[in-house]
């Protein structure tokens, strides 16, 4: 069984352009959700897919999209980005909530 | 809305001492769950416990336990003669509802713990 797998780990962007940040689920794991954690806060939550569809989305502007593949693998795509998106991004997949959540381990964004 | 409140910011312990964090959360749901989480230098989070509301019963898994008191709202974590490898950020987290999907956690920000030698 594999765990909750994100890349890149690392990555610097310049303010205005775009990114995609990946994730590859736990196996068997149909839900996905991802988190914005800033420096010295708690995790945000930018949005969840399950099977397919967005079914919940925290406060974010619509230039934070997302994906989820058929094999429940899932992208995190941020448009325009500003100094402020600068954090560490992290996924989390889930069965269902009965179960808990596995985090990855991060992609660590700095906007320039 | 859900709100998770760690008034503990940072606590230093000396190795061998028990630990006490707090978690205070907020919701008008009667079915819930809560989390505590660890979270190393590393960035990944480590799941720790999980417990739903209608379950008050503590815990104990090793060195670590759970009171959970509904009266009080209340989820505190202690660990028991901590160790320096117990040195990381800790976070109590809520979600509510009783389905899969929608499930977000809302997360307190956070308690750093740091055990001394």
């Known amino acids: 069984e594999t765990g909750v797998t994100q890349s890149p780990t690392h990555l610097i962007k310049t303010r205005g352009q775009q990114v995609t940040l990946r994730c590859s689920s736990q196996?068997?794991?149909?839900?996905v959700s991802w988190y914005q954690q800033a420096l010295g806060q708690g995790p945000q939550f930018i949005f969840q897919?399950?099977?397919?569809?967005?079914?919940g989305r925290g406060n974010f502007p619509p230039r934070f999209s997302g994906l989820q593949f058929p094999n429940y693998s899932s992208e995190l795509n941020v448009n325009a980005l500003e100094l402020d998106d600068s954090a560490l991004y992290l996924c989390?997949?889930?069965?269902?909530?009965?179960?808990?959540?596995?985090f990855g381990s991060g992609t660590r964004l700095t906007v320039v | 809305a859900q709100k998770v409140t760690q008034a503990q910011t940072e606590i230093s312990v000396v190795e061998k001492e028990d630990v006490t964090l707090d978690c205070v959360y907020e919701?008008?749901?009667?079915?819930?769950?809560l989390f505590w989480y660890k979270q190393p230098p590393s960035g990944e989070l480590v799941f720790l416990i999980r417990?739903?509301?209608?379950?008050?019963q503590n815990e104990i898994s090793g060195r670590y336990s759970w009171n959970f008191q509904k009266s009080t709202s209340s989820f505190n974590f202690t660990i028991t003669a901590s160790q320096v490898v117990d040195s990381a950020v800790y976070f109590c987290?809520?979600?509510?509802?009783?389905?899969?999907?929608?499930?977000?956690?809302?997360f307190g920000k956070g308690i750093t713990l740091s055990v001394r030698p």
């Open positions: 989390a997949s889930s069965l269902t909530q009965f179960y808990g959540y596995t």
């Open positions: 987290a809520l979600s509510v509802g009783d389905t899969g999907a929608n499930s977000k956690l809302t």
């Open positions: 417990r739903n509301s209608f379950d008050e």
């Open positions: 919701t008008r749901d009667t079915t819930y769950y």
């Open positions: 196996s068997g794991h149909n839900t």
């Open positions: 897919y399950y099977r397919e569809e967005e079914n």
